[in-house]
Each structure stands twice: as structure tokens, then as C-alpha cells.
């Protein structure tokens, strides 16, 4: 599996956008980059993924560069709800997934 | 829609006592299921993973076995608990969409082992 990169924690602000970045520099080809979300004490919520292009869905987007040796999952509109770690994972089309550390995100009012 | 259950929420357990956690998905067919632990302040393992009624894959050696006697039912078991067996258990499923597995979880159950 490729390696992911996240920054350990990060802050923003309630109302404006969070720019979460992974880097993922060994991704091979055929390997998917995935997101997913912890709240604490619940379990993990399946955000959103993508191969090569960009990715939007109702709860975020995803920006991978040209390279794929890099993304960007955006929560546009942050809110005091979206206070979780978040895990970038990459994964070849498999159903095995390895959750790392992540970034804990806390949004501040 | 699909669901997934787990129970109990919490279990306090003696060291040396038995487990048995269940998990059961409802709203889908033939699911992937797993089993994840998350120890405190730490980040997710997985113990066991399942393709079919009587297949299981264990990513890790320990004392706790897994059994899927139905398709959409999962059980993580143990005989005899640790200490080291505390943390926050987590079932999981998915279906391959479009090419690549979404996974969705379970509430947990956060067993401590006194």
C-alpha cells in the first residue's frame, strides 16, 4: 500500500473552508485515495474517494493533483459537527483498508 | 437503507472471562464484514475480515477468533480476555460499488477489561 502524510491536528474556523491535506507520493496507478471521518467515540463515516479526477459529493470535495502524489479534501462550510479526525487512505481496489493517525480537525466558533 | 447493529454498547469484563460480541447488517446481501479494534488514543487495526458465511481472515495472531454463522451476521469471540484486550471494537461492511468497497461502521461496543 502506498504511505499516506497527514499533519498531525489542525484548527479552523466555524463558517469558513477546511483545506485538509495527505500526501501520498508512492501511489501507484490503479490506487484509490480515500477518506474517512471519526467523531469521537463513534465509529469511522465514509466521506469520499477518488482515482484521478475530482471528486464532490454532499459532504466534501476532493482535489487530487495532476501527479496523484498529493489531495485536498475540502469541507466547504465548516461547522462545530465536523470536529473529528479525519484518515486519507489509499488503497488499490481492495476491501482491506489501513486507518493510520489522521488529522484531528477541531472547528472553533 | 442498510443498517448495521452492535451490541452491547459497553461491556466491563474480568480478566479470564469469556466474550462475545455480535453483529448483525440489514438492507444488503453477501457483505464484506470486519472486525476492527481501537485501542486507546490510537488508530484502527483489523482483526478479522469475512467474504462469505464460514470464511474468515485473521490480519492478526491473538486470543480472539471470529464467526459469520449467518450472511449478515458477524461474532468476535474470545475465551479467556486479557487486559490488553481493552478498547473500542468495531464492526464494518461493505459492497463493492462502481469499482471500488466503501466501507460503513458500526456504533462499536467499548470493552474494558478489569
Same mark, same amino acid.
Given at each position: 500500500?502506498? +504511505?499516506?502524510?497527514?499533519?498531525?491536528?489542525?484548527?479552523?474556523?466555524?463558517?469558513?473552508?477546511?483545506?485538509?491535506?495527505?500526501?501520498?507520493?508512492?501511489?501507484?496507478?490503479?490506487?484509490?485515495?480515500?477518506?474517512?471521518?471519526?467523531?469521537?467515540?463513534?465509529?469511522?463515516?465514509?466521506?469520499?474517494?477518488?482515482? +484521478?479526477?475530482?471528486?464532490?459529493?454532499?459532504?466534501?470535495?476532493?482535489?487530487?493533483?495532476?501527479?496523484? +502524489?498529493?489531495?485536498?479534501?475540502?469541507?466547504?462550510?465548516?461547522?462545530?459537527?465536523?470536529?473529528?479526525?479525519?484518515?486519507?487512505?489509499?488503497?488499490?481496489?481492495?476491501? +482491506?483498508?489501513?486507518?493510520?493517525?489522521?488529522?484531528?480537525?477541531?472547528?472553533?466558533? | 437503507?442498510?443498517?448495521?447493529? *452492535? /451490541?452491547?454498547?459497553? %461491556?466491563? *469484563?474480568? $480478566?479470564?472471562?469469556?466474550?462475545?460480541?455480535?453483529?448483525?447488517? =440489514?438492507?444488503?446481501? !453477501?457483505? !464484506?464484514? @470486519? /472486525?476492527?479494534?481501537?485501542?486507546?488514543?490510537?488508530?484502527?487495526? %483489523? %482483526?478479522? @475480515?469475512?467474504?462469505?458465511?464460514? *470464511?474468515?481472515?485473521? =490480519? $492478526?495472531? *491473538?486470543?480472539?477468533?471470529?464467526?459469520?454463522?449467518?450472511?449478515?451476521?458477524?461474532?468476535?469471540?474470545?475465551?479467556?480476555?486479557?487486559?490488553?484486550?481493552?478498547?473500542? @471494537?468495531?464492526?464494518?461492511?461493505?459492497?463493492?460499488?462502481?469499482?471500488?468497497? =466503501?466501507? @460503513?461502521?458500526?456504533?462499536?461496543?467499548?470493552?474494558?477489561?478489569?
Amino acid at each position: 500500500d502506498a +504511505k499516506t502524510t497527514q499533519p498531525p491536528s489542525m484548527d479552523c474556523a466555524e463558517g469558513r473552508a477546511a483545506n485538509l491535506p495527505c500526501n501520498h507520493s508512492t501511489i501507484s496507478g490503479n490506487e484509490y485515495v480515500y477518506w474517512y471521518r471519526q467523531i469521537h467515540s463513534q465509529g469511522p463515516q465514509y466521506i469520499i474517494h477518488g482515482l +484521478k479526477n475530482n471528486e464532490t459529493n454532499e459532504m466534501a470535495s476532493l482535489i487530487i493533483t495532476e501527479d496523484r +502524489k498529493s489531495s485536498t479534501l475540502i469541507l466547504p462550510h465548516a461547522t462545530l459537527r465536523d470536529t473529528a479526525v479525519y484518515y486519507c487512505i489509499v488503497r488499490y481496489n481492495d476491501y +482491506k483498508l489501513s486507518f493510520g493517525a489522521g488529522t484531528t480537525v477541531t472547528v472553533r466558533a | 437503507s442498510q443498517t448495521i447493529h *452492535q /451490541w452491547p454498547a459497553t %461491556l466491563v *469484563q474480568p $480478566v479470564g472471562s469469556p466474550l462475545s460480541l455480535e453483529c448483525t447488517v =440489514e438492507g444488503t446481501s !453477501n457483505p !464484506n464484514l @470486519y /472486525w476492527y479494534r481501537q485501542a486507546a488514543g490510537r488508530g484502527l487495526q %483489523l %482483526l478479522f @475480515y469475512s467474504v462469505g458465511i464460514g *470464511q474468515i481472515s485473521s =490480519e $492478526v495472531p *491473538q486470543n480472539l477468533s471470529a464467526s459469520r454463522p449467518q450472511d449478515r451476521q458477524f461474532i468476535l469471540s474470545s475465551k479467556k480476555l486479557l487486559l490488553s484486550d481493552s478498547g473500542f @471494537y468495531l464492526c464494518a461492511w461493505s459492497v463493492q460499488i462502481g469499482g471500488t468497497y =466503501e466501507q @460503513y461502521f458500526g456504533p462499536g461496543t467499548r470493552l474494558t477489561v478489569t
